[in-house]
Antibody, heavy 118, light 109 residues
Framework: EVQLVESGGGLVQPGGSLRLSCAAS????????MNWVRQAPGKGLEWVSY????????YYADSVKGRFTISRDNAKNSLYLQMNSLRAEDTAVYYC???????????WGQGTMVTVSS | SYVLTQPPSVSVAPGKTARITCGGN??????VHWYQQKPGQAPVLVIY???DRPSGIPERFSGSNSGNTATLTISRVEAGDEADYYC????????????FGGGTKLTVL
């Protein structure tokens, strides 16, 4: 079964850091682009970051540029999001999503909740 | 940055046809994808590349894209179609960002 499972969410104070992980199974992870997408409580979807299949190309949304770092380990079938200098507005459910051509996200994880609060 | 505009809500009676629009500047030149999200669940891709359906998505779901408007059409609407729907594009021409519309809540009366 094709599956993505996120982990690493939790409660963190403003200015703190958190590292999210996404474990992939059921497909050849190294062949696919990957993305992080977030959803604040009661709000819509917001794309956060993209990484190519090899990890050589990376893009970020302006809202997280300079604070978040996306990475992947194809040997471990895993995607990561290092989040630093967290703000209250980063509070959201974070989803990892597999990308197809023209950034169609065909597989999503169940999401992990990140709450930034003192 | 590129902006996608969706109506906040659409209501339709069971068995009727629902149309959800997604407006953007010359959106017809881009590939539009659509997602369905039910409460407490992750989004599900229902239409990609304007009008293609992933396996497992009913034929009742269809899409079109021309000019400044893309449209998701759901025929013979069922109670189980009640959900939030989001359109999405990839802005490959500028900063390679991915843009989502604000979402449309589909209510089945």
């Amino acid at each position: 079964e094709v599956q993505l499972v996120e982990s690493g969410g939790g409660l963190v104070q403003p200015g703190g850091s958190l590292r999210l992980s996404c474990a992939a199974s059921g497909f050849t992870f190294s062949s696919y682009e990957m993305n992080w997408v977030r959803q604040a409580p009661g709000k819509g979807l917001e794309w956060v970051s993209y990484i190519s299949s090899s990890g050589s190309t990376i893009y970020y949304a302006d809202s997280v540029k300079g604070r978040f770092t996306i990475s992947r380990d194809n040997a471990k079938n895993s995607l990561y999001l290092q989040m630093n200098s967290l703000r209250a507005e980063d509070t959201a459910v974070y989803y990892c999503a597999r990308g197809r051509d023209r950034r169609a996200f065909d597989i999503w994880g169940q999401g992990t909740m990140v709450t930034v609060s003192s | 940055s590129y902006v996608l505009t969706q109506p906040p809500s659409v209501s339709v009676a069971p068995g009727k046809t629902a149309r959800i629009t997604c407006g953007g500047n010359n959106i017809g030149s881009k590939s539009v994808h659509w997602y369905q999200q039910k409460p407490g669940q992750a989004p599900v891709l229902v239409i990609y590349y304007d009008s293609d359906r992933p396996s497992g998505i009913p034929e009742r779901f269809s899409g079109s894209n021309s000019g400044n408007t893309a449209t998701l059409t759901i025929s013979r609407v069922e109670a189980g179609d009640e959900a939030d729907y989001y359109c999405q594009v990839w802005d490959s021409s500028s900063d390679h960002s991915v843009v989502f519309g604000g979402g449309t809540k589909l209510t089945v009366l």
